[in-house]
């Protein structure tokens, strides 16, 4: 990709950029994680990747981190219904690529191991004070590692026990699940 492409979009202010990451519980109960990718939002596209942006930039790097430290793993692919997600166009390039996905609701954080581990990160990410945006990347990127630690194996591991609970009232968003 272009140098300009991924530059993040900043002023004085601030700096704004997404991140995105991986959690996967392997066979032997233990969870890896993949580092953070951190991307700009695509240009027009308000505080958001579009889909082939998505694709290009996140996509890809997590199929690479996937291929590289998990070869042969059989890894599916849970994602929430935001646009760049649900895309035809990333539809087709997940398909192509043999990357199985798990259908689940639109707008059903609580299906999501995930945002788990990113509710952790944002208290974890509370306790530093960096003063610098490398810093703050720093103070990201440990956090993100202490967080999935705390509860990826717990929120993937629920996951069934959430499914049940969603399937028997659809109407309601899951609370008090213990981890």
Not at 152 to 175: C, F, S, T
Request: hydrophobic letters at 40%; a positive charge.
């Amino acid at each position: 990709q272009a140098a300009d492409e991924l530059a993040p979009f900043s002023n004085d202010n601030y700096q704004l950029v997404c991140f995105y990451g991986a959690i996967v519980l392997l066979p032997d109960g233990t969870v890896r994680h993949s580092p953070l990718i951190y991307a700009p939002p695509t240009p027009g596209a308000g505080d958001s990747l579009n889909a082939i942006f998505y694709q290009r930039v996140v996509l890809t790097q997590l199929l690479a981190w996937i291929k590289r430290e998990l070869p042969g793993l059989l890894v599916r692919w849970l994602q929430d219904g935001a646009k760049p997600h649900i895309a035809a166009s990333t539809t087709l390039f997940m398909a192509r690529r043999g990357m199985e996905t798990v259908d689940h609701p639109p707008q059903s954080p609580d299906l999501n191991p995930i945002e788990k581990v990113w509710a952790v990160l944002k208290g974890e990410l509370a306790k530093h004070t960096p003063r610098t945006w490398k810093g703050v990347y720093a103070a990201i990127d440990k956090s993100w590692d202490v967080a999935v630690q705390k509860i990826g194996k717990k929120a993937i591991e629920a996951l069934p026990r959430v499914m049940q609970l969603v399937n028997a009232n659809p109407e309601k968003h899951v609370k008090n699940v213990k981890y």
